[in-house]
């Protein structure tokens, strides 16, 4: 009954005016300075069903309750049996801030990704050494996240105006409806985690 009581206060949360309206000086200053197209922070992420490493830019929205993400990720052929190549937007939604003592915050996440991988190990076509049918379609999926993540802002803003830390468990759309559906030999491995960072201007 608990876990249902705060499905239920999250979007009464989410919509407050308190929530909505929750941004510092600093950033709506930055905002006013930095024309549309310029993003608002770079991402670094380790893992997470994107590559093993990877990098982009990113854009607040909605008032910086949202985020939106450009990303390449690569994958060394030592880690993936193949050298990979990921390219994903990827959207991140705070459901809310809560302030601790003042100085520290922490906002739980849920967002989504789709992405893009070229190269001999995906397909966007079934090859012919398959029966029709076997296989879907694997150069694009999807991502499902849930998270936290803590902002800090530094005391002197040089090149960089504030440090924002997350992790996540994620996983690809696709494990997760058919392990749903299956009725036998469920894998319990269909979860990824990963580790962040994103460098505000």
């Not at 197209?37 to 997470?48: R, V």
């Not at 909605?62 to 050298?83: C, F, H, M």
């Amino acid at each position: 009954m608990k876990f249902l009581r705060i499905l239920y206060i999250i979007p009464l949360m989410l919509f407050t005016p308190e929530f909505c309206n929750a941004q510092s000086e600093r950033e709506v200053l930055n905002k006013k300075k930095r024309e549309w197209y310029k993003p608002d922070y770079i991402k670094i992420q380790f893992a997470g069903n994107i590559g093993f490493m990877s990098i982009g830019a990113g854009y607040n929205w909605w008032r910086d309750v949202a985020q939106t993400d450009l990303i390449y990720g690569y994958v060394p052929e030592s880690k993936g049996n193949a050298t990979i190549h990921t390219f994903t937007i990827k959207n991140t939604f705070g459901l809310y801030k809560f302030n601790i003592r003042g100085k520290y915050n922490i906002s739980p996440l849920l967002g989504f990704s789709l992405s893009f991988e070229p190269g001999e190990n995906s397909f966007g076509n079934l090859p012919d050494k398959y029966p029709e049918g076997y296989y879907g379609r694997n150069c694009f999926y999807a991502c499902l996240n849930l998270g936290l993540k803590s902002k800090f802002d530094f005391a002197e803003e040089r090149h960089f105006s504030s440090l924002e830390v997350y992790s996540e468990i994620n996983t690809v759309a696709d494990y997760g409806f058919y392990n749903t559906i299956a009725k036998e030999d469920r894998n319990n491995i269909i979860y990824s985690y990963a580790l962040g960072v994103n460098l505000f201007f």
